[in-house]
């Protein structure tokens, strides 16, 4: 029998590779001839660059960027050798969860540090670049990361401007000319599973500014901004992205990517899936177990379960989800690949206790499918 395990992280519990093997020594024991493969997923969210990096047997390399906030932080990227292709998360470097709540301001916040990993890409030799954007705590639609690149942002006495998307109210010229040209010769892939424009009431600003300190009258601001870093950036390079589906999307690091280095926009899982060998594991698998911390009507956006779901529905193998809950909507999934979900409560327990304890839910849940598995086969 063979069992492909590929669940997303569990937030603030386990990433994906524990899930995965926690999973998999509750059906080993029931199962104890079972092959059981481990697959970590992600879906473009934080966890992308570990995801891939455990499953391909990458290398995960690590360096000091700046932080969204200007100190100084760790982050690491991934690199898979054998194509030459980079894995950066930009949670790493510009992430939400490097910023306590009470100090998270979405004027002044940068994604400079993302940029400082790109440059290290490019000077490792990267041929292929795969962009995840999910978790940023930015919103100056990626001209942090830009500049960390060489494009200089001038006001109108020809000072560079200060970080953060507000000052770029303030932009009067925008310089290209010492723009890395070494993003001209690398495939860069942006894995998201938004499709918000830059600007407007579906944009960068309203939809995402909210949840990283902006209040409504810097919501109002902020769009404002970007539109008018918009308006330079299409008198420089000819052409208006704002609008182009996914480009709101990190607080705009979706349309830095798109205007300047040419960007292709993916799903996230569909990225992940991919590097990781997902459909090759599959083939041949009597069934597939996957999981995230809350499943429910939002997984149906392109999270972790669906991506697998339609792989595996591919070749006819059957799919069973473990969650931390089961959320409003999650019945929806049945329709698209999901045979059965479970949550992984064994009774009344808060949150903190279930993040806890999730190792051992999920073997024991694992273990409770095994035997269901077990007998309904025939094999008991």
Known sequence: MKIVIAPDSFKDSLD????????????????????????????GGEGTMAAIVAVSHGELRRQFVRGPLGTRVEAGWGWLPDSHTAIIEMAEASGLQLVPSAERDACRSSTWGTGELIAAALAAGAKRIVLAIGGSATNDAGSGMLRALGLRLLDAQGRELEEGGLALSTLARLDASALDPRLAEVEIEVAADVDNPLCGPNG???????????????????????????????????EDLR???????????????????????RPGVEVVAELSGLDALVQGADLVVT???????????????????????????????????????????????????????SGPMTLEQACADAQVLLQARAGDIARLWRSAAGQA
């Open 16 to 43: 994906a590779a524990g899930v995965a093997r926690a999973i998999a020594r509750g059906m080993s024991e029931v199962l104890p001839h079972a092959q059981c493969i481990e697959c970590p997923m992600a879906d």
């Open 204 to 238: 960068a600003s309203a939809i995402f500014g909210p949840q990283k300190g902006a209040d409504p009258a810097q919501v109002q601001a902020l769009d404002q901004a970007l539109g008018h870093f918009a308006d330079l950036c299409a008198n420089l390079l000819g």
């Open 243 to 265: 609008d182009f589906p996914g480009c709101g999307a990190a607080g705009g690091m979706g349309f830095a990517a798109k205007a300047f280095m040419s960007a292709r926009f």
């Open 291 to 345: 999981g995230e911390g809350r499943f429910d009507a939002q997984t149906l956006r392109g999270k972790t379960p669906l991506g697998v779901a339609r792989v595996a529905k591919r070749h006819g193998v059957p799919v069973v989800v473990l969650a931390g809950t089961l959320g409003a909507g999650y019945e929806a999934l049945y329709a698209h690949g999901i045979d059965a979900a479970f949550a992984l409560a």
